[in-house]
Structure formats: structure tokens, C-alpha cells
């Protein structure tokens, strides 16, 4: 299994940006999807996750800016952003999990302009 995301660019503080990411090969039995983002300097750190059965969680840093959902039936997991800050920049990673393995996702840049 592969992932793809995209979506990332470089944005202007306060601008918004929504990241996708979808699994080419077969999941099975989907668990968690979601986003880590690393930037220079630093480990990598959850950003937020979707669960099997929907239930979100979220970095404190991003609670109620950013927003992750999923789409079984494409295999997809997606990350809106809004109200960026100059400290969200980083190379965000999707995450996938099925009852075989983890999957991550090649990262894409984000960068917010102050």
C-alpha cells in the first residue's frame, strides 16, 4: 500500500490550505488515518487523527483551526487547515493503518508566510 497526499503550498498567514492523501492498494479492515507534520529541528508530532469509528482528536496547537475527516470509499483521509500561523510550517505525513501494517505517506510542504 502507497500514500499519496498533496495539497500542500505556500500560504500567507491566516490563509487555509486543505491536504489529501489517498492509499493506492488494498486497506483491510481500515483503522486509525492521520496527520503528523515534522518540522526542521524537530520530532515529528501528531497533528490530529480520525478513528475507525469517526472520533477525532487533535494537537492542542491546532483545536479548532484545523480539521481531519476520511472517505472509506476512496481510501482517502483529509486535513483542512485554517487560520495557518507561521509555526505550522513543516512537511506534513499521512498515516494509515489496517490490520496488517502502517502506512505513511511521502509528506508535503507547508509553508505560512508571516
Known amino acids: 500500500v502507497q500514500l499519496q497526499a498533496s495539497g500542500g503550498g505556500l500560504v500567507q498567514a491566516g490563509g487555509s490550505l486543505r491536504l489529501s492523501c489517498t492509499a493506492a492498494?488494498?486497506?483491510?479492515?481500515?483503522?486509525?488515518m492521520a496527520w503528523y507534520r515534522q518540522a526542521p529541528g524537530n520530532q515529528r508530532e501528531l497533528v490530529a487523527r480520525v478513528s475507525s469509528s469517526g472520533a477525532t482528536n487533535y494537537a492542542d496547537s491546532v483545536k479548532g483551526r484545523f480539521a481531519i475527516s476520511r472517505d472509506n470509499a476512496k481510501n482517502s483521509v483529509y486535513l483542512q487547515m485554517n487560520s495557518l500561523k507561521p509555526e505550522d510550517t513543516a512537511v506534513y505525513y499521512c498515516?494509515?493503518?489496517?490490520?496488517?501494517?502502517?502506512?505513511w505517506g511521502q509528506g508535503t510542504q507547508v509553508t505560512v508566510s508571516s
Open positions: 498515516y494509515m493503518q489496517d490490520i496488517f501494517d502502517s502506512y
Open positions: 492498494g488494498q486497506l483491510f479492515n481500515r483503522d486509525a
